[in-house]
């Protein structure tokens, strides 16, 4: 098959093409967002030209910008989406496109479901919904949403890779322990998609939402100790505190955990135990160890 890749030079968009390649997909189309602008929908139709699928992990991923540029926000994570469903639509091509755990309110007890009612309470994550609406409408047989959460890896600013860095300047870290999430390997991700974008090829994986994170739950406090842990550093350093110690613009879920019902309906298995992949993650020299 023949695979375009949006976003390719984020974090997420990396791995996705090193997933490809180790999995001996020998088409696959690479563009950054200095190659593509998603918002283009000229450029967006002649790159999807000849591409049976489409990963796209190009976003606004500025979770406090939106709150300010919301219009700018909706032009990449909206508008975009539309541009490449449309293109999808007339080439026949698949679509994989990534959105967030931000289209849920946050405020639950149990995971949210695939099928569950977005409310988002940020101005990213009412364009990430508005971009998931719009593939489905315009690609409801061959469009697929993959919400992810709490990423990490190897090319790109994240959670984990912060912590250890801060680690080597400061003796104590306060970190929050009332936000729940569901840590993400990039790469484990990456691989994910592009299982499910041959199973969507044929035929075994049907369109619709997909929740890929890993399973169980933890804290960003339960997060920061166990990376140290993992890099052999004392835990005991990480002080938790409430999410009040860190304003933010944007307000942030304190509930981010998603049910993965989708993959078994699909004939997958759900992505690993969070401490399982943060563990391989490290095994992989993701992150340094002390």
Not at 103 to 114: D, Q, R
Not at 144 to 156: D, K, P, S
Not at 242 to 263: C, E, K, T
């Amino acid at each position: 098959m023949r695979w375009l890749v949006t976003g390719a030079t984020g974090m997420l968009g990396r791995d996705v093409v090193t997933a490809l390649r180790q999995a001996g997909e020998a088409k696959v189309t690479a563009l950054g967002r200095d190659d593509l602008d998603i918002t283009d929908a000229t450029r967006v139709l002649n790159a999807v030209t000849d591409h049976e699928l489409v990963i796209n992990a190009a976003a606004w991923t500025d979770v406090d910008g939106a709150e300010t540029n919301e219009a700018a926000a909706f032009a990449v994570n909206s508008t975009g989406v539309h541009n490449l469903a449309t293109a999808c639509a007339r080439r026949r091509s698949r679509l994989l496109h990534i959105s967030t755990d931000y289209v849920f309110s946050g405020t639950n007890a149990v995971p949210w479901a695939e099928g569950a009612v977005p409310t988002p309470a940020n101005a990213y994550g009412r364009t990430k919904l508005a971009g998931e609406r719009t593939l489905h409408a315009v690609l409801p047989d061959h469009g697929y949403t993959v919400r992810t959460a709490w990423l990490y890896g190897a090319h790109g600013r994240n959670f984990v890779d912060t912590v250890l860095r801060l680690a080597a300047d400061r003796e104590v870290l306060e970190v929050v322990h009332d936000q729940t999430g569901q840590p993400t390997w990039s790469y484990a991700l990456a691989t994910r998609l592009v299982a499910l974008g041959r199973a969507a090829a044929a035929g075994t994986a049907r369109p619709g939402v997909y929740h890929g994170t890993a399973t169980g739950r933890a804290t960003w406090y339960a997060l920061a100790r166990e990376a140290f842990t993992l890099a052999g550093l004392a835990p005991g350093r990480i002080k938790p505190v409430s999410s009040d110690r860190f304003p933010r613009r944007a307000p942030r879920p304190s509930w981010s955990v998603l049910g993965h019902h989708g993959w078994e309906r699909a004939g997958m298995a759900p992505l690993a135990p969070w401490r399982a992949m943060l563990s391989r993650a490290f095994a992989a020299g993701v992150f340094p160890s002390a």
